[in-house]
């Protein structure tokens, strides 16, 4: 054993005496169930990168309050949730005291660093207990070539025709405990620095330089708690996959022990045809399709969703995102509104993707008499055979309007077609919300496609049938009961 490193164990044993014959199936099973192969070179004797980097993400997902030591507390809790079982007060000193006898920097502030952490995993294998390191690498999701599997990264989810995906109670407050832990200063944003260390436990960094022009950022253009819980509600919505597997790394299955894997952070919502059938829906992320050609200002109208303009001191153009995404409040509800731009030109026939939405914003320019064309074209062609309501916004209402190349202008067609008249947008001015408001309202109300929301004369109307037919009922009783 001392001239050939790769050999772990030599039993001396005999069929015939029955020597060390339970011995050796039990190196033998310990051999291919918990090989050293995979975490230890036995020459430098010290754990291989592989197995470090595996280790190090374990001690930052542990490290709950992100102060570079696991305290007590922490140390407990990883033993309940690897072995189940917690340590004893008299066990958790010995173990900080052999970690400090050996290496001084491993306990700090009456607490195990990372090195310390490291350490104590190379002290098991040197002392031949292999399978307290495997117990903790697979319950972090580790195979025996110590990556993460598929199983563990991306539970399977069906999600049926009509639905969609949405973040539950229990993703928002996972997410929320996680931008806590990193938001170091606690100014209420994350900072580059701090965003970086957030995902130091994932592969890559998910999120590029698009991502801030997105969501709602503070003065310094740092993502807030609330643009921060949007964007994930925005990669949930369209690539549920990939929240999946980003819940896993940032270690949703470890600080939610309780439940069994991250699908408990997700919730499919039912077919959106059931809900224009039963005229009321549960959902809580709305997507609205922005569609109009070139110039007419769809980008000043995502980026007003964020309290942005184009002159704003944080706007970088390059940077720009077809997708931004904010809070609305819909009759004191809060909903999230995703706006996606698509530039379409008169010949241009949308697709599938393009149609599939909660509610459809179809741009013109006041001041260009050729761009109503657009929306009456996308209109008749594909959303007045769609049960998708619609909403005609008029821009760049700063400037002079001018009488539109079509037979009937904006007002009157959306009259004739049972749309609510056009609402005007303008980026020159404070971004107005009245327009996302109802474009999130006839989205949460898709049986009301064809009445303008929040204060439309619908409500007087209804409420005076209402009345009538109530006080009908009330006088036929009383003519009754006399009888």
């Not at 149609?355 to 996308?378: G, K, P």
């Not at 049960?387 to 067609?413: G, T, W, Y």
Request: charged residues 20%; contains cysteine.
């Amino acid at each position: 054993m001392n001239d050939y490193a790769e050999i772990e164990t030599c039993v001396e044993c005999s069929a015939r005496n029955l020597k060390n014959i339970s011995e050796l199936f039990f190196y033998a099973q310990k051999a291919v169930l918990h090989p050293t192969g995979p975490l230890y070179n036995s020459e430098d004797k010290e754990l291989k990168s592989e197995c470090k980097r595996a280790l190090s993400r374990i001690f930052t997902i542990c490290d709950l309050d992100n102060d570079g030591v696991l305290n007590d507390y922490e140390l407990n809790l990883f033993q309940r949730r690897c072995f189940n079982a917690p340590l004893q007060p008299q066990a958790l000193d010995d173990v900080k005291t052999v970690v400090k006898k050996n290496v001084p920097e491993g306990v700090m502030n009456n607490g195990l660093t990372q090195i310390g952490f490291l350490f104590l995993h190379t002290l098991f294998i040197q002392r031949g207990r292999h399978e307290t390191t495997w117990t903790v690498l697979r319950k972090f999701g580790y195979n025996d070539h110590l990556k993460l599997t598929s199983d563990y990264l991306r539970p399977r989810l069906r999600v049926g025709r009509g639905s969609s995906t949405e973040l539950s109670h229990l993703g928002y407050q996972f997410l929320t405990t996680l931008f806590e832990k990193y938001d170091q200063d606690k100014d209420g944003a994350l900072s580059p620095v701090e965003l970086q260390s957030m995902f130091s436990t994932c592969p890559i960094v998910p999120w590029g330089p698009d991502v801030n022009m997105s969501v709602e950022t503070n003065e310094n253009g740092w993502i807030t708690l609330q643009g921060y819980l949007a964007q994930w509600t925005l990669t949930t919505l369209l690539d549920v996959p990939r929240t999946l597997e980003y819940l896993a790394y940032l270690g949703y299955r470890y600080i939610m022990a309780d439940h069994e894997n991250q699908l408990s952070a997700i919730i499919v919502t039912r077919d959106r045809k059931i809900d224009v059938e039963k005229r009321q829906t549960s959902k809580t992320v709305f997507q609205c399709n922005v569609i109009g050609p070139k110039g007419v200002g769809k980008t000043s109208f995502l980026q007003g969703l964020v309290s942005r303009t184009l002159d704003s001191p944080n706007m970088k153009p390059e940077h720009l995102s077809s997708y931004v995404i904010n809070t609305i409040q819909v009759y004191g509800q809060e909903k999230y509104l995703l706006l996606h731009e698509i530039d379409v030109g008169i010949s241009d026939e949308l697709t599938s993707e393009d149609l599939a939405c909660d509610v459809a914003c179809l741009m013109y320019d006041i001041s260009d008499a050729r761009t109503f064309e657009y929306a009456v074209h996308n209109f008749k062609t594909h959303f007045e055979r769609l049960n998708v309501p619609c909403l005609m916004i008029a821009a760049k209402s700063d400037m002079h309007p001018v009488r539109q190349d079509h037979e009937v202008q904006p007002a009157q067609f959306c009259s004739q077609h049972n749309l609510p008249p056009p609402q005007t947008f303008s980026s020159k001015a404070r971004p107005n919300k009245d327009v996302y408001t109802k474009l999130a309202t006839v989205a949460a109300y898709p049986h009301m496609k064809g009445i303008a929301p929040q204060g439309s004369s619908y409500w007087l109307v209804s409420g005076l049938g209402i009345i009538v037919v109530g006080a009908t009922g009330y006088f036929l009783y009383k003519y009754y009961k006399s009888k």
